[in-house]
């Protein structure tokens, strides 16, 4: 039954709406959206505007979307602005702002305070990167305190773990000719590596490829010369976890068997890589540790400026002791995926091949005066 003379209350009023990696910027129109609400106020109705003020996705917090089937999977930008009225570095300077703000005042009992500035920003240059680390050389693969072993691959969960990265290891026969490799059930995205372990020139992992889960596509492992068992490597990233709908118990990792040419590989190894920010690693987590204490020194290698294989990066910059400490953003126009830090702080994910997101918001409260760290 409906009561007719209650005014209406809207929970949830879009003023814009989300965008997820490979899609175009979400846009809703100024004019369209204070039209509407100024429907639900003629009626003496009241709205939750959702949202007012756009947001970041900091760390590991990025949620995301699926549509009819599991499979179809859409994990959230770092960027949460969300075409809102106050945008995500929190300027009001806009034509949803100003139009939702006539609206508003329309029907508001009291007059409305002033219009806010624009957050200052600015610029603080270029900032060189050095490679200080491949991933991979943070494992020992025979011999490890902190690992899990099992016939089939373990969930994230399994190993006590919630966000970041897992690494998957086994091995396959060296047997000649390219093999297909097959995972039914993965969350989210893995990137494949191949390596002989008697390969005595020290060659690094090869990259193969990527899996998704969005397109859950079969790879083809290259013929790998080798006089013993070839090493797979498959490091899985969890890209957010689904906040609606009947998928919602989302599991990460690899949640199925692994095929290699129909046939079902066995005994894996599983090495947490959870990236808390690096002032709150567990003391377990000896991969960040290692990481961190590399800040300063120098990777030299051939492979250097050719591998696609993960490694740690860092830089810094500078702000003058007699300078007022302003938001600002990262530009990642080149880079390929990947997580950023600032003065330890998980800024998010960055990943401009896939767009449309290419900058990371970095608020003020982040930086010091003085020498900045950058860590990814």
């Not at 290259?222 to 070839?230: D, E, F, G």
């Not at 079902?264 to 959870?274: A, D, V």
Request: overall charge neutral; aromatic content about 14%.
């Amino acid at each position: 039954m409906v009561n007719t003379k209650s005014s209406c209350h809207i929970s949830e009023f879009y003023t814009g709406w989300l965008t997820h990696w490979g899609e175009k910027i979400a846009k809703t129109d100024a004019d369209f959206t204070a039209a509407s609400l100024e429907k639900i106020l003629q009626k003496n109705g009241s709205a939750v505007l959702y949202m007012a003020h756009g947001g970041t996705n900091f760390g590991f917090y990025s949620g995301a979307n699926t549509g009819s089937a599991e499979a179809d999977y859409q994990p959230d930008l770092t960027s949460y602005d969300y075409d809102a009225p106050i945008r995500e570095d929190g300027d009001v300077d806009n034509s949803k702002y100003n139009a939702i703000r006539k609206v508003i005042a329309r029907y508001s009992s009291v007059p409305l305070p002033s219009v806010p500035s624009n957050i200052q920003k600015t610029a603080y240059g270029p900032i060189h990167l050095q490679r200080k680390t491949f991933l991979f050389d943070e494992f020992n693969f025979t011999s490890s305190t902190n690992v899990f072993e099992s016939e089939q691959p373990m969930s994230m969960e399994s190993v006590g773990q919630l966000f970041g990265f897992l690494l998957y290891v086994t091995q396959y026969k060296a047997n000649g000719g390219i093999k297909t490799l097959l995972i039914p059930k993965l969350h989210d995205r893995a990137q494949v590596f191949i390596s002989c372990p008697s390969d005595v020139t020290g060659a690094r992992p090869s990259y193969v490829g990527a899996i998704e889960r969005w397109s859950n596509n079969k790879l083809n492992l290259p013929n790998l010369k080798c006089h013993s068992n070839i090493n797979l490597l498959i490091l899985v990233e969890n890209m957010g976890r689904v906040n609606y709908g009947p998928y919602i118990f989302d599991g990460k990792g690899i949640l199925s068997s692994v095929y290699l040419d129909g046939e079902i590989l066995h005994r894996w190894k599983m090495f947490p890589i959870p990236l808390h920010n690096l002032n709150e690693v567990p003391t377990h987590n000896g991969i960040m540790q290692v990481a961190y204490s590399a800040r300063g020194k120098r990777l030299t290698s051939k492979y250097e400026n050719t591998s696609r294989e993960p490694a740690f990066y860092s830089g810094h910059f500078s702000i003058d002791k007699s300078s007022e400490v302003k938001d600002t953003y990262i530009s990642f126009n080149n880079w390929g995926k990947g997580i950023a830090f600032v003065n330890d702080f998980d800024i998010g994910r960055y990943w401009p091949l896939r767009g449309p997101q290419c900058n990371l918001y970095v608020p003020a409260p982040v930086l010091k005066q003085g020498n900045n760290y950058l860590f990814w």
